[in-house]
Structures are given as C-alpha cells and as structure tokens.
C-alpha cells in the first residue's frame, strides 16, 4: 500500500508510481489554451531531499518528499493546471536502467496526450546529464520535457528547488518549446550540453561551450537561440523489459600509469561497448589504446571522449577509435549503449 492507503499499480515491482491531480483554475490564471495541462514527474533527489538541520547541506537524505508535496509548495504553481505523478524516488546516483525505462514510458504516455502540453520531470543532479541525454534521444519530443534538480533539501535555509521547480514550469509552458532541456539556476541547457561542473555550489551546471539555450528571469524566458534539435527519436520499443539485457557498456579513464588490464577484465565480463575518457584532445595512453584497438577488432564499439570539463575531440583525420565528439564521457556511454540496442540501419 502507498500512503493514504492507496494500492501500488499492477506490475510497479520496486518502482510504483503515484498520480495526484492538482488543478487549479482561479480567474486571475492567464493561459493560452486553459484546457491543456503540465504533468510533473517525480523520480527523487536533492529536490526531495530532508536534513534534521535546516543548516546541513551535505548530511540530507535525498528522495524523502513526494513530488505532490514538492508542488504544493510553490504558491506560484497555484495558477497553473497541473498532474503530479512519483515514477520513482531514489537518489539519482543509483540512477538505473529499469528506471529510466519506466521514466521514458511514462513521459511517452504522457506526451502522447492531447490535452498535455508539456513534461516537468525533477531528478537528483548527479546523473541529471545522463537522463537528459537518454531520454532526448529516445523519445525526441515534439513537446517539452524540462529537467530540473537542486544542489539544496528540500529543508535548507537556501533550498534552490522550489525556484527551479517554478522556473522548469515556465520553460514548459513557453511558446515552440519542445525537445529536451534541463533548468538549473535560472538557465535553460540543451539535453547534449548540461552538464554538472561543481559538487557543491548552487550553480553547479553549464552548458560548456554552447551556453545556455536561454535564462529564466521574473517568470520568463528570454531564449538566447533556437531549441535544440537533436535527430530522430529511437523510440521507447528499443529499451528491453530485463535490466539484465541492456548492453554492458562501461567508462575508462585515459591517465598517466595506465594498463590494458582493465580492457581484458571487461572483456572477461562481457562487456559490449566501452567510452575511454581520454587526456586532451582525445589522447589515449599508448598500452591503454593498444588494448582498446585490440577490443575493437574483436567486435567491442568503442567511443572516444575527453576528460576535460570542456570543448571536444577534434581529429585531423579518421581516428582508429572513433570520437565522441562533444558528448562527456558519461554521456558517450548512453550514447553508446543507445547504438548498441538500436543499431543504424
């Protein structure tokens, strides 16, 4: 049973969902189409995370605040037709691949509907980048689906989510908007370009070299450039029932000392794909690349990244190992993974 003495949906397992109808139509509620809707998605996080002292930002526990909850407490909201829906509620560096098939079901679902008109899905920030990506490139949404996250608890003397909850809102319900973006800050970032760059501030993501797609200031958006657009949806069919069927796709770190070791432990445990964080501009230590090629020869893909916080490879002719170009190595790895289920052609 959930809280209130509600059933778990059929077939939730270790994930339930928990859809709460929060309407509100006062007459001061300006809206181009009053009939479409917002549906706020919770899976967990620092947003939804409770210290016992309202002055601990480090010793919270993240994912103690139903996404309701979290709604409810923003005034602004009030003016706003919205469905809060908990797809999960985890602290996002356990971050998994069953969650993010039901998280991309659910936004499919939901997308899907008529009278919605955009997604808010609130997430932990540590693996916020890598949901975004996943979920842009699956799904390609011709409506929005804004991310969004707190450096804060919920119960800081700062907590930063509320006004990232309200200002993602804003992004939803903006004019054109589609695809999928993040909302940190007061900035609007591209699914392929957010990134988190600080263990502990409060503006704590970037976009690296693209910069922000726009800024939220006083309820709204000032867009510095178009939406990003990012190819083809692979579609949600892609993404197999069986956590265990996913493609085992692991990072190695490119670093002075390094070994082929690693690449024939991998191998020896099946590993499919593998992402080198490589040193600068995509430079691999010489025993560490001879192994790789050796693991691509044999059928392993392999993808090329760079450690560095910024920029991308840039090769000056075709590489033996094939480059990520701009993606992070994190995202080089669902980018990778992503292939591998749904392979070109």
Not at 257 to 286: D, E, F, M, Y
Request: proline letters at 6%; hydrophobic letters at 45%; one cysteine or more.
């Amino acid at each position: 049973m959930m809280a209130g003495g509600s059933p778990r949906p059929p077939g939730a397992g270790g994930h339930w969902r928990f859809i709460q109808h929060l309407y509100f139509h006062p007459a001061s509620r300006k809206m181009q189409n009053p009939e479409l809707k917002f549906v706020v998605l919770g899976t967990g996080g620092t947003i939804a995370g409770a210290a016992t002292d309202a002055s601990d930002n480090i010793g919270y526990l993240a994912a103690q605040r139903g996404i309701a909850e979290l709604v409810r407490g923003v005034p602004a909201l009030a003016e706003v037709a919205l469905e809060a829906e908990q797809v999960a509620q985890l602290d996002s560096k356990d971050m998994d691949h069953t969650v993010w098939r039901t998280l991309a079901l659910r936004c499919a679902f939901h997308l899907a509907r008529p009278d919605v008109a955009g997604l808010v899905v609130t997430h932990g920030t540590d693996t916020l980048e890598e949901t975004a990506w996943f979920l842009q490139r699956v799904l390609a949404p011709a409506k929005p689906v804004v991310l969004t996250a707190a450096m804060r608890p919920a119960t800081a003397l700062q907590s930063d989510g509320p006004q990232n909850l309200l200002d993602a809102v804003v992004v939803a319900r903006a004019v054109g908007a589609h695809g999928v973006v993040a909302v940190l800050g007061g900035q609007m970032l591209g699914a392929r370009d957010v990134r988190k760059v600080h263990p502990y501030r409060i503006d704590a993501f970037s976009a690296g070299d693209a910069g922000p797609v726009g800024v939220i200031e006083e309820g709204r958006l000032r867009r510095f450039r178009a939406w990003p657009q990012h190819g083809a949806a692979l579609g949600v069919a892609v993404l197999p029932t069986d956590a265990t069927a996913w493609p085992f796709v692991a990072i190695v770190t490119s670093h002075a000392g390094a070994s082929g070791a690693v690449i024939s432990a991998l191998r020896a445990a099946g590993v499919r794909g593998l992402v080198v964080a490589a040193t600068g501009n995509g430079r691999v230590h010489r025993e560490l690349e001879h192994a790789l090629l050796e693991a691509q020869r044999d059928g392993v893909q392999v993808l090329r990244s760079t450690r560095c916080g910024n920029g991308r490879v840039l090769d000056a002719e075709t590489p033996a190992l094939p480059s990520a170009d701009d993606l992070t190595p994190a995202k080089a790895r669902v980018e990778l993974m992503l292939r591998l289920l749904a392979p070109a052609g």
